[in-house]
């Protein structure tokens, strides 16, 4: 027997963008259902965690969910920068508290959380718009009919994928991690390893997340390389490579395995009755691969622009559309000049490394921070592009601005 349920709006998906969409959508007053395939909320963490402490208290995040940064180092092969900052601007996330604490506020307003629910596919009506979801819950099979469908699975995009507006994505990263416990940890200090030995397209890192416990991981850029970045990972480890090597005896505690879409923003996000947020819509910053802060922002705007469609009685793209102008017109430009920077790292050998590290030297805390996030103002960046001292921090500059 099918147990079967009527919603205003389903999110499916229990991620960052799911949790956050699901919250707005319930401050509007909807009637939500939360879908999450895994046992619980963020059972397997497939992220990082690296965020901006001004996104984290715009968001309302509680502060025993992250540990502050201070200071970024980065290593090539024969070079070393360390920028420090006189206050924390960046943070590594405890990310299952995160996450539990996200869909936590989601159901506090009364959304339905249900786990144990794989969605496998889609309900459609006469004109084929979607109109539910079905799939596995752990008492067989779930239907969920519901107004609007609201599509936060992520890197596997499940619901636009069953409706045929998608196919996988081509260009994406890969990502490899072990969360350790370390001999010594200097836990305001994150580090980016690059080179050919850490990654040859893409960068490893160590993150801090407090205490003695550290991230160590490797991101490789797809179909650029074929390295395989658990066993990059594993190498790097066992050879103590760069600053592994300074954190001393290392233990196992974790090991988390993802993959973050980097085929810029080429997905349209709405149509009847669906939205795609997160990375599922390919949210994300492809210069260090980060999306958490995204998928929390747009997902709440997509929860808010489902619920306030639902409740005027048309659901159909067109009332939708707000969501995907709202978010196009906060990144959109940014994430293609990001693009271009990427373009530039991918293709650097080791010796252009050790160069280019020599322009991130000459870069203050704000501006190597806003050129991180792909926090592209323009004016900045033509500040930067016109009047810095250094010749070559012009010419990355002039690079976001388009230039060559
Ligand atoms: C190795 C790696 C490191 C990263 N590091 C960072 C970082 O440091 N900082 C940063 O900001 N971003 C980072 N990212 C990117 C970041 O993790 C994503 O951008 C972010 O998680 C996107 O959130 P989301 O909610 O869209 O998707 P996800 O976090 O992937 O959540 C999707 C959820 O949907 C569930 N789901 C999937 N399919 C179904 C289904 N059929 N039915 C029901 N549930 C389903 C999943 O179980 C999951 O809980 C990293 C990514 C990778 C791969």
Known sequence: MSEEYDYDLVVVGGGPAGSSAAFAAAKKGVKVALLEKENSIAETVRTSGVTWIQNIKEFGIPDDCFNPIKKFSFCSPNNEVTISDT???????????????????????????FVKTNIKNVIKNESDDIVGVTGIGPNGEV??????????????????KAMGFVSQWERFGAGAEYEMKAEHVDSDTWWLMVGQQYSPAGYAWIFPLGGN?????????????????????KEIIEKKLGPIKKLGELKEVEFHYGLIPNDGLSRKTVFNNLILVGDSAGQANPLVLEGIRYAIKFGRVAGKVAAEAIKSGNTDEES???????????IESKIN???KVQD??????????????????????????DFIKADFGLSNMIKLATHHPKLAVRQLFNLVKGKK
């Open 320 to 330: 939708l559309f707000s969501y995907e102008e709202n978010w196009r017109k906060e």
């Open 213 to 233: 416990i550290v991230r160590i991981g490797v991101g490789v850029g797809k179909p650029e390389s074929n390295v395989d970045p658990t066993q990059r990972l």
């Open 337 to 339: 000049s990001a693009g």
């Open 143 to 160: 239907i969920f009919h519901s107004k609007v469908v609201i599509d936060a699975t992520g890197f596997p995009s499940t619901i636009c």
């Open 344 to 369: 530039r790292w991918i293709g650097l050998t080791d010796e252009e490394w050790d160069k280019e590290l020599d322009i991130i030297k000459e870069l203050k805390p704000e501006e190597f921070i």
């Open 87 to 113: 206050v924390s601007r960046a943070a590594v996330l405890d990310v299952r508290k995160t996450y539990r604490w996200l869909a936590n506020e989601a159901e506090q307003l009364g959304v339905d959380v």
